[in-house]
């Protein structure tokens, strides 16, 4: 990935854990999402942080966005096996460019 | 609610074929991108379309052309295909430039 990187590549764990994915990225931006997908389908979107917030909730993910370090996490807790899925974080880079660069993405296993 | 749609879901072609994927945006949404996903990669950003004008484009080979029609559908036009084109292709839509909704993807396989 030109942009971000994804720590760790995978993840393993058991199903009522919490599971926390990080991401890092290299240029200013005005927002950061968060993306699933299940094998080989298609991405859905989970969360989008903006780049003036610090932290955002949605259900049981969590979200932490840090612009000085050019990082972000995503926590997902009480992990159940419909979790197991790859998790990419993409940004919109600041300026008038309108495409997201996408991280390398984290293989989460949610072990029943 | 509606969603990306993209067509068709499966394309198998033979090396220097060519191939056109479709995509139909949700309705009132103003921006259509295109990904390609090849195998356990991440999504790469290959062209965008503001209100039917070329937008941004990204790492898109010389070989592939797209356009976005009057009914704000686009078609990803792939020529000569190779070997490594073989991928997920997503189109996605927003109405701004924040949350992008992506269909199911076209996969694409090139023997």
């Known amino acids: 990935s030109q942009q971000g990187e994804e720590d760790p590549q995978a993840l393993s764990i058991q199903e009522g854990e919490n599971a926390t994915m990080n991401c890092s990225y290299k240029?200013?931006?005005?927002?950061l999402q968060w993306y699933r997908q299940n094998s080989g389908r298609g991405l859905v979107h989970l969360i989008l942080i903006r780049s003036n917030e610090r932290e955002k909730h949605s259900g049981r993910l969590r979200v932490t966005l840090d612009t000085s370090k050019k990082s972000s996490s995503l926590l997902i807790t009480a992990s159940r096996a419909a979790d197991t899925a790859s998790y990419f974080c993409a940004t919109h880079s600041s300026g008038s460019a309108r495409q997201l660069t996408f991280g390398s993405g984290t293989q989460l296993t949610v072990l029943p | 609610a509606a969603g990306v749609i993209q067509s068709p879901r499966h394309l198998i072609k033979e090396k220097r074929e060519t191939a056109t994927l479709k995509c139909y945006p949700i309705?009132?949404?103003?921006?259509v991108y295109w990904y390609q996903q090849g195998p356990g990669q991440d999504p790469q950003f290959l062209i965008s379309f503001y209100e039917k004008m070329q937008s941004d484009k990204g790492s898109i080979p010389d070989r592939f052309s797209a356009q976005q029609f009057s009914d704000y559908h686009s078609e990803l036009n792939m020529s000569s295909l190779e070997l490594g084109d073989s991928a997920l292709y997503f189109c996605?839509?927003?109405?701004?430039?924040?949350?992008?909704?992506f269909g199911p993807g076209t996969r694409l396989t090139v023997l």
């Open positions: 996605a839509s927003s109405l701004s430039p924040d949350t992008q909704y």
């Open positions: 309705p009132r949404h103003d921006t």
């Open positions: 240029t200013s931006i005005n927002n």
